[in-house]
């Protein structure tokens, strides 16, 4: 079913978007789904493939399959499809010619950021975000296992890019209840997207990963590489730094995938589910509000909601969204 209108899908399908982090792929196929289509996600001979999740012999998954040597197998009648999508055997018959038009429909597959990323329309029109630290040997990366909201992927990014709703949603981890003011803060475009700084005086209870103080100031720079990728990276005191990346794929025109990781450079020792704990409890904050928003899509003509100063990031975003192709 196509949830989206063919023009918007036509620009989203010009961009990259996430399938799945990059640890998650190994010779098992998993399946994974993009703008209303089912997709296969697999690595063979050490090299990933996106492909639609269809064998067109009887439309059975093909993330129900296994990789051989560099060749995709069909659970349902065995046929086997080479790295360039045609079949190469069809056990049952295997002396016969095999017609060139059984064939996967195969997509592009870039292993960037920790990340598996495709791009449906073949070739993408827009840029990879520019996010060196998940491989930067400096860091330590850590990602929680994808989270799939009721929300459009839109509504998502927007809301990681609200720097007013801290001291609301978030008042039970990070969030300052007592300075809900915003300060003022500007947006500079870049090429794919926009950057932003905001200094922001947190709330840092005692189950906070960092607990030394009782608030903490973070300088955050945003990074925004549309339609639905960004980083947010804070700044605290002695050169520690710790970038948070949320890539939402969009599922379907409701529904997105979030794939959320942190790199950090420093605490190295301290274990994993510690920090990934916080971000889950902060994101289990935003959840259930943005999944209420209506509508679902998020209205790019900027009359249809209120737009106060401290919003200039929702508008540039959406202004964002409209320039690359998107209808308000
Ligand atoms: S459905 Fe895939 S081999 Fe028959
Ligand atoms: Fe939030």
Redesign the pocket.
């Known amino acids: 079913m196509n949830t989206f209108a063919e023009s918007d899908r036509a620009a989203l399908a010009a961009c990259w978007h996430p399938v799945a982090f990059a640890d998650d792929v190994r010779e098992t196929p998993v399946s994974a789904e993009l703008l209303d289509e089912a997709l296969v996600v697999y690595r063979a001979a050490g090299t990933v493939h996106v492909a639609r999740d269809l ?1 067109i ?4 998954a ?1 993330s129900k399959g296994w990789v051989e040597g560099d060749e995709l197998v ?6 086997r499809f080479a790295a360039d999508g045609r079949c190469t055997r069809i056990p049952a018959m295997p002396e016969v010619p095999i017609s060139p038009k059984l064939c996967l429909r195969k997509y592009p597959a870039v292993e960037h950021a920790g990340l598996i990323w495709t791009c449906l329309g073949g070739e993408a029109a827009h840029p990879l975000p520019d996010w060196p630290e998940p491989t930067d040997s400096g860091y330590r990366f850590l990602h929680l296992p994808p989270q799939v909201w009721d929300a459009s992927a839109a509504r998502a990014i927007e809301n990681f890019l609200d720097v007013a709703h801290f001291s609301w949603i978030h008042a039970g981890t990070f969030g300052n209840r007592e300075i809900p003011e915003v300060m003022k803060y500007d947006v500079e475009p870049t090429p794919s997207g926009f950057r932003m700084d905001y200094p922001y005086l947190a709330a840092n209870p005692a189950h906070s990963p960092l607990p030394e103080e009782k608030y903490i100031q973070r300088q955050m720079g945003y990074l925004l590489t549309l339609p639905f990728s960004a980083r947010l990276a804070i700044a605290y005191e002695g050169g520690r730094r710790y970038c948070i990346f949320d890539a939402c794929a969009p599922i379907s025109a409701k529904r997105v995938k979030i794939f959320f990781s942190v790199a950090m450079n420093f605490d190295h020792e301290k274990p994993a589910d510690e920090i990934l704990g916080w971000e889950r409890k902060v994101l289990a904050e935003d959840k259930p509000i943005v999944e209420s928003q209506r509508p679902e899509e998020l209205p790019l003509d900027l009359s249809e909601e209120f737009h106060l100063r401290f919003d200039r990031a929702s508008t540039a975003y959406r202004q964002g969204l409209v320039r690359i192709g998107l209808k308000p």
């Open positions: 064998c012999h009887r439309g059975a093909l069909c659970a349902y009648h065995g046929f």
